[in-house]
């Protein structure tokens, strides 16, 4: 396992971010914190207070923390790409992309998952079993350790890759399988 700053775009498998998905996401809470912001701006000019001008501040970093999450989901490069040999996961950052670039002996499963959350609410991942050795670069990787100890908690893997459209994962499953060696297993749990 090694760290990797962005995953190539030429590998014979690359799932892309989904920019649209991303900007759609984060739009509402955009507009409201923009919009609040405007208001206490108008509430600073009207009545030079500061509790209007704290508000309009709050709000204005709540702008920028959206537009910064809007970016680390769509522009930092594509989620996932592998070829015969390596296999690249996005892992994570926010000021920067943080990724990994693992051999395929390093991965000893590759699952497709459907998680159930809170009120019924469903999503597909694909998940990535490591060998010890792995997880234990990965965990020894302080920028990497703290995320994929969220994920496995979570999810059962410290790597995962959420679906993006319908049949992404899907696709990707099976290129994968193809790329694989022999020894890497592949299953879907639901």
């Given at each position: ?20 998905r991303a ?14 912001t ?50 690249w ?12 670039r ?74 994968l ?14």
């Open positions: 396992m090694q760290r990797a700053d962005r995953l190539p775009g030429d590998a014979k498998l690359v799932v892309a971010a989904d920019a649209r900007v759609r996401e984060h739009a509402s809470t955009v507009a409201i914190f923009f919009g609040t405007v208001v206490a701006g108008l509430g600073v000019a009207t009545t030079r207070s500061v509790v209007w001008l704290v508000l309009g501040l709050l709000c204005l970093a709540g702008v920028v923390l959206e537009l910064l999450l809007i970016r680390a989901q769509a522009a930092f490069g594509p989620l996932l790409a592998a070829d015969d040999e390596h296999v996961v996005r892992a994570g950052g926010f000021a920067r992309p943080r990724s990994v693992l051999d395929w002996p390093e991965i000893t499963a590759v699952t497709l998952h459907l998680w159930h959350g809170r009120r019924g609410t469903t999503a597909r991942y694909l998940a990535f079993d490591l060998t010890d050795e792995a997880t234990a670069a990965l965990d020894a990787d302080p920028r990497l350790a703290r995320r994929a100890r969220h994920l496995t908690a979570t999810f059962g893997s410290p790597l995962a890759v959420a679906e993006q459209k319908e049949r992404v994962l899907d696709d990707a499953l099976r290129v399988r193809e790329l694989a060696p022999e020894n890497v297993r592949f299953t879907q749990k639901t």
